[in-house]
Nanobody
Framework: QVQLVESGGGLVQPGGSLRLSCAAS????????VGWFRQAPGKEREFVAT????????SYADSVRGRFTISRDNAKNTVYLQMNSLKPEDTAVYYC?????????????????WGQGTQVTVSA
């Protein structure tokens, strides 16, 4: 069982930056792939970024590539999402998710463990 806790969300002006953190409870966190997803009001949950167990393989959604950076520190059982050049359309609840059985996926249904989410609002 893995418990995930997101933090770092908040209100930021367009063009600003935020860094989200996803802290995991499991000592075996390094054996899990981790993804960030987001859900805006009235919309389906969508993929944002995912990172492999070692951090050597990363994938981004087209909408955030070049602006967001995912990284992980397995010694701290934490995954980060650095978000720069934020736009109003980035407003959503951001969730981190983890899975140990799947080798690599951007499909939210394949992730077994989820955090409670953190709100990101981009507004002037």
């Amino acid at each position: 069982q893995v418990q995930l806790v997101e933090s770092g969300g908040g209100l930021v002006q367009p063009g600003g930056s935020l860094r989200l953190s996803c802290a995991a409870s499991a000592r075996t966190f390094s054996s899990h792939i981790v993804g960030w997803f987001r859900q805006a009001p009235g919309k389906e949950r969508e993929f944002v970024a995912t990172i492999s167990r070692s951090g050597g393989t990363i994938s981004y959604a087209d909408s955030v590539r070049g602006r967001f950076t995912i990284s992980r520190d397995n010694a701290k059982n934490t995954v980060y999402l650095q978000m720069n050049s934020l736009k109003p359309e980035d407003t959503a609840v951001y969730y981190c998710a983890a899975d140990s059985d799947t080798r690599w996926t951007v499909n939210a249904r394949m992730y077994a463990y989820w955090g409670q989410g953190t709100q990101v609002t981009v507004s002037a």
